[in-house]
């Protein structure tokens, strides 16, 4: 489980774990470390990248599924894009304005 928390949570955390359980401190603090390193400009580059691929497969996705409910002469709504494009329906909703822009 990861959880995101702010530099001030994290230092009273640590206090916390000082005054109480040296075991589990010094583990949250090894933790940390890792959390720190696994963070390569390596892997954030191929992380974006990713990113721009799905992204990318989605607009295109969204596009043929405008373009079929179209020519089958459907109403265009998120939800129908997202059923035709086999996209989750949060993922259309993403794309809300790209959607409307292309069923105009």
Do not use: G
Not at 33 to 59: E, G, H, Q
């Amino acid at each position: 489980m990861r959880i995101t928390i702010t530099e001030a949570e994290f230092e009273a955390i640590q206090k916390i774990l000082v005054q109480n359980d040296t075991m589990l401190y010094n583990r949250f603090n090894e933790e940390f470390k890792k959390s720190i390193l696994s963070c390569t400009p390596k892997k954030i580059k191929a992380t974006k990248k990713a990113n721009n691929v799905k992204r990318k497969r989605s607009r295109t996705a969204i596009t043929n599924a405008v373009n079929m409910l179209r020519f089958e002469n459907k109403k265009i709504t998120i939800y129908n894009v997202a059923k035709t494009a086999e996209i989750s329906y949060n993922t259309a909703k993403q794309y809300k304005d790209f959607i409307m822009a292309q069923s105009a």
